[in-house]
């Protein structure tokens, strides 16, 4: 059985949320790179060498042993073009890491909500505020919430911070600047370290998000884990 107590707003992470973000998005994106340079490459192959890349600037950009060690803030815009500029180095290709960083972001902002996203969002607006923390820059996320028939209360991306999840801070700044209680929020995300983590140890009720599972809701020691949105509004109703 689920306890819990009435939220005075929930908080939802974006992307693989209440907004896609899949794998084939980007390999569509990496094969109009190739084609458009002229590049001799298998197009996954180079989004893989490319995600490599990726992924070892999402591990090193937070320090959660000592934050004074974080390194210097870097949107995504920023990041990718490093991992461009590094990758095209790499294979020996040529290319703007800059233009072809600004692509990726055109990219994220065309992505699409979760089919149940705008009816299910409206449906939790009548029982609380509904916001938004996302690592995130402004230039994709504006545009993917813009397409979610809903206004949301509060909305902080990693760029306006200049944080990322799980770095408490990103949390704390979001709280103190609407006049929250950790105790009073819900927050949903998709990750267990960026979302679980991250609203937990500032005191937020976490819910994990797994849509790779058919309907199922477990409760698990340190957050509830639900596939939908569905299933967060049948247990705000209750």
Known sequence: M????????????????????????WI????TLVKDNNWNINPNNLWKIWKKEEVLFREIRTNLNDLTLNPDFKTYEQAWSNCFEK???????????????KKCIINMGKNK???????????????????????????????????????FDYILSSESARLY????RIFLRFLEENKLDPEDCWYVGDKEYDDVLGSSSVGMKPF????????????????IKISNLIQLYEILKK
């Open 165 to 168: 999840k799980p770095d408490p």
């Open 113 to 151: 909500p979760y089919e149940e996203s705008s009816v299910y969002l409206n449906k939790m607006s009548e029982h609380c505020k509904l916001g938004v923390i996302s690592n995130a820059d402004n230039d994709f996320l504006n545009p993917v919430l813009k397409k979610i028939d809903f206004k």
């Open 208 to 223: 994990l998000i797994d849509r790779s599972v058919y309907n199922e809701i477990e409760i698990k020691n340190k957050f």
């Open 87 to 101: 990758v095209l180095d790499e294979l020996n290709l040529k290319g703007n890491p800059k233009d072809l960083s």
């Open 28 to 31: 569509d994106l990496f094969s």
């Open 2 to 25: 689920i306890q819990k107590d009435n939220p005075s707003i929930i908080i939802f992470d974006c992307f693989e949320t209440i907004v896609e973000n899949d794998r084939s998005s």
